[in-house]
Protein backbone atom coordinates (compact mmCIF):
# COMPACT_ATOMS: atom_id res chain seq x y z
CA UNK A 1 0.00 0.00 0.00
CA UNK A 2 2.80 2.12 1.00
CA UNK A 3 3.95 2.09 -2.82
CA UNK A 4 0.47 2.80 -4.15
CA UNK A 5 0.67 6.23 -2.00
CA UNK A 6 4.05 7.28 -2.56
CA UNK A 7 3.97 6.15 -5.80
CA UNK A 8 0.50 7.36 -7.32
CA UNK A 9 0.82 10.13 -9.88
CA UNK A 10 -1.32 11.73 -11.81
CA UNK A 11 -1.50 10.80 -15.35
CA UNK A 12 -3.23 12.82 -18.38
CA UNK A 13 -1.96 11.05 -21.44
CA UNK A 14 -2.94 7.53 -22.25
CA UNK A 15 -2.51 5.24 -24.89
CA UNK A 16 -5.48 4.72 -27.85
CA UNK A 17 -6.49 1.38 -26.17
CA UNK A 18 -9.62 0.31 -24.11
CA UNK A 19 -9.77 -0.99 -20.87
CA UNK A 20 -10.56 -4.84 -19.89
CA UNK A 21 -13.99 -4.55 -18.25
CA UNK A 22 -12.82 -6.21 -15.06
CA UNK A 23 -9.92 -3.53 -14.64
CA UNK A 24 -13.32 -1.08 -14.60
CA UNK A 25 -14.99 -3.21 -11.76
CA UNK A 26 -12.05 -3.38 -9.75
CA UNK A 27 -11.36 0.71 -9.63
CA UNK A 28 -15.43 0.79 -9.04
CA UNK A 29 -15.04 -1.90 -6.43
CA UNK A 30 -12.01 -0.35 -4.45
CA UNK A 31 -14.49 3.44 -4.58
CA UNK A 32 -17.59 1.16 -3.26
CA UNK A 33 -15.00 0.51 -0.09
CA UNK A 34 -13.88 3.48 0.67
CA UNK A 35 -15.33 5.52 4.19
CA UNK A 36 -18.78 7.24 4.59
CA UNK A 37 -21.18 8.74 7.75
CA UNK A 38 -23.53 6.05 8.75
CA UNK A 39 -22.08 4.02 5.96
CA UNK A 40 -24.16 6.30 3.66
CA UNK A 41 -22.04 5.56 0.80
CA UNK A 42 -23.30 8.83 -0.92
CA UNK A 43 -21.26 7.84 -4.40
CA UNK A 44 -22.84 7.61 -7.42
CA UNK A 45 -21.16 7.50 -10.90
CA UNK A 46 -21.90 7.18 -14.54
CA UNK A 47 -19.12 5.71 -17.03
CA UNK A 48 -18.67 7.05 -20.24
CA UNK A 49 -16.56 5.00 -22.67
CA UNK A 50 -18.03 6.17 -25.79
CA UNK A 51 -16.20 8.63 -27.55
CA UNK A 52 -18.98 11.11 -29.18
CA UNK A 53 -20.42 11.59 -25.18
CA UNK A 54 -16.60 12.28 -23.80
CA UNK A 55 -16.47 15.07 -27.25
CA UNK A 56 -19.60 16.30 -25.80
CA UNK A 57 -17.83 16.12 -22.13
CA UNK A 58 -14.32 17.21 -23.17
CA UNK A 59 -16.62 21.06 -24.25
CA UNK A 60 -16.95 21.71 -20.71
CA UNK A 61 -13.03 21.97 -19.40
CA UNK A 62 -10.29 23.48 -20.79
CA UNK A 63 -8.52 19.94 -20.12
CA UNK A 64 -10.56 18.80 -23.31
CA UNK A 65 -7.56 16.67 -24.75
CA UNK A 66 -7.09 14.42 -21.28
CA UNK A 67 -11.30 13.99 -21.54
CA UNK A 68 -11.45 13.35 -25.20
CA UNK A 69 -8.43 10.65 -25.46
CA UNK A 70 -9.19 8.82 -22.04
CA UNK A 71 -10.38 5.12 -22.49
CA UNK A 72 -12.52 5.80 -19.76
CA UNK A 73 -13.94 8.65 -17.61
CA UNK A 74 -15.76 8.20 -14.46
CA UNK A 75 -18.30 10.68 -13.98
CA UNK A 76 -18.68 10.71 -10.14
CA UNK A 77 -21.69 11.97 -8.22
CA UNK A 78 -22.82 13.02 -4.98
CA UNK A 79 -26.33 11.87 -4.76
CA UNK A 80 -28.52 14.26 -2.30
CA UNK A 81 -31.25 11.35 -1.71
CA UNK A 82 -28.21 9.53 -0.18
CA UNK A 83 -27.01 12.24 1.76
CA UNK A 84 -27.60 13.17 5.40
CA UNK A 85 -24.75 15.59 6.04
CA UNK A 86 -22.88 17.85 3.12
CA UNK A 87 -19.50 18.36 4.22
CA UNK A 88 -18.83 14.68 5.41
CA UNK A 89 -20.63 13.15 2.11
CA UNK A 90 -18.37 15.43 0.01
CA UNK A 91 -15.51 14.06 1.96
CA UNK A 92 -16.71 10.30 1.47
CA UNK A 93 -16.85 11.02 -2.20
CA UNK A 94 -13.02 12.24 -1.83
CA UNK A 95 -11.99 8.90 -0.36
CA UNK A 96 -14.35 7.42 -2.92
CA UNK A 97 -12.24 8.49 -5.53
CA UNK A 98 -8.77 8.51 -4.03
CA UNK A 99 -9.59 4.56 -3.69
CA UNK A 100 -9.88 4.41 -7.71
CA UNK A 101 -7.27 6.38 -8.02
CA UNK A 102 -5.30 3.82 -5.96
CA UNK A 103 -6.69 0.94 -7.49
CA UNK A 104 -5.51 2.35 -10.71
CA UNK A 105 -1.98 2.61 -9.63
CA UNK A 106 -1.76 -0.31 -8.09
CA UNK A 107 -2.95 -2.41 -11.23
CA UNK A 108 -0.70 -0.59 -14.20
CA UNK A 109 -3.30 1.95 -15.04
CA UNK A 110 -3.35 5.98 -14.88
CA UNK A 111 -5.96 8.30 -13.65
CA UNK A 112 -6.13 11.89 -12.98
CA UNK A 113 -9.23 13.71 -10.81
CA UNK A 114 -10.57 16.32 -12.86
CA UNK A 115 -12.33 19.20 -11.13
CA UNK A 116 -11.83 22.03 -13.03
CA UNK A 117 -14.58 20.56 -14.78
CA UNK A 118 -16.84 21.26 -11.89
CA UNK A 119 -17.47 24.90 -13.19
CA UNK A 120 -19.90 23.22 -15.88
CA UNK A 121 -21.34 20.34 -13.01
CA UNK A 122 -24.71 21.36 -14.51
CA UNK A 123 -24.27 20.63 -18.09
CA UNK A 124 -22.03 18.04 -17.39
CA UNK A 125 -25.09 16.26 -15.54
CA UNK A 126 -27.49 17.34 -18.32
CA UNK A 127 -25.11 15.61 -21.03
CA UNK A 128 -25.50 12.32 -18.97
CA UNK A 129 -28.90 12.56 -17.97
CA UNK A 130 -27.93 12.56 -14.35
CA UNK A 131 -30.89 12.71 -12.43
CA UNK A 132 -31.29 16.35 -11.04
CA UNK A 133 -30.49 15.03 -6.91
CA UNK A 134 -26.71 13.99 -8.55
CA UNK A 135 -24.10 16.66 -7.86
CA UNK A 136 -21.31 16.37 -9.74
CA UNK A 137 -17.60 16.12 -7.79
CA UNK A 138 -15.71 14.96 -10.39
CA UNK A 139 -14.85 13.58 -13.50
CA UNK A 140 -11.68 11.04 -13.22
CA UNK A 141 -10.05 9.91 -16.39
CA UNK A 142 -8.55 6.06 -16.80
CA UNK A 143 -6.44 4.81 -19.14
CA UNK A 144 -3.16 2.66 -19.78
CA UNK A 145 -0.43 5.17 -19.04
CA UNK A 146 1.60 7.06 -22.04
CA UNK A 147 3.37 9.27 -19.51
CA UNK A 148 5.79 8.39 -16.82
CA UNK A 149 5.60 12.04 -14.44
CA UNK A 150 8.17 13.04 -12.32
CA UNK A 151 7.63 13.13 -8.75
CA UNK A 152 5.84 15.77 -7.57
CA UNK A 153 7.76 17.80 -4.14
CA UNK A 154 5.89 17.53 -0.94
CA UNK A 155 5.59 20.05 1.64
CA UNK A 156 7.99 19.06 4.88
CA UNK A 157 6.10 17.60 7.58
CA UNK A 158 7.21 20.62 10.13
CA UNK A 159 5.46 22.95 7.35
CA UNK A 160 2.27 21.14 7.41
CA UNK A 161 2.28 20.36 11.29
CA UNK A 162 0.64 24.12 13.05
CA UNK A 163 0.57 22.78 16.65
CA UNK A 164 1.43 19.55 18.44
CA UNK A 165 0.37 19.18 22.20
Known amino acids: MREAILGRRSIRRFLDRPLREEDTLALLEAGRWAPSGLNNQPWRVILVEDRS ?23 VFLDHSSSYDRDKDVMSVGAFIQNILLAAHDRGLGAVWL ?12 LLEAPPEFELMAVVAVGHPAEEPARGERKALDDLIYRRY
Request: hydrophobic share 40%; glycine share 2%; charged share 40%.
Open 53 to 75: KAAEIAECTRYSSIVEKAPLLIA
Open 115 to 126: GEILREKDRVRE
